[in-house]
């Protein structure tokens, strides 16, 4: 059974940065795009960044320069490094895997993402 756990966040201030990690079990590093999407309150779930199995990276536009995303094949932990956090990037933050692997979206709602995991909050005070 596919799993995935998300961690590293926590409430930082505008311009900091955080490190989240998502843990899987399985063999979903090696077979699926991994992202990662957050959403808040009322709001349809976003896409933030992907990761093809052969390393190409997609991102939204309004984490470009910010935000990169990374794995550890050896641990089986994906990452996502957020630098120069604003207000606006406040929200509950989840891990996603599924897919093919070769062509990973980026983009509004579950798409072909299957696998989720249970969400990390990430607060940025202004």
């Known amino acids: 059974q596919v799993q995935l756990v998300e961690s590293g966040g926590g409430s930082v201030q505008t311009g900091g940065s955080l490190r989240l990690s998502c843990a899987a079990s399985g063999y979903i590093f090696s077979n699926h795009c991994l992202a990662w999407f957050r959403q808040v309150p009322g709001k349809e779930r976003e896409g933030v960044a992907s990761?093809?199995?052969?390393?190409?990276?997609r991102f939204v536009d309004s984490v470009k320069g910010r935000f990169t995303i990374s794995k550890d094949n050896a641990k089986n932990i994906l990452y996502l490094q957020m630098n120069s956090l604003r207000p606006e990037d406040t929200a509950m933050y989840y891990c996603?895997?599924?897919?093919?692997?070769?062509?990973?979206?980026?983009?509004?709602?579950?798409?072909?993402?299957?696998?989720w995991g249970q969400g990390t909050q990430v607060t940025v005070s202004s």
């Open positions: 990761l093809a199995v052969y390393g190409s990276m």
């Open positions: 996603a895997a599924g897919g093919e692997g070769y062509y990973c979206p980026v983009a509004p709602g579950p798409g072909i993402y299957n696998y």
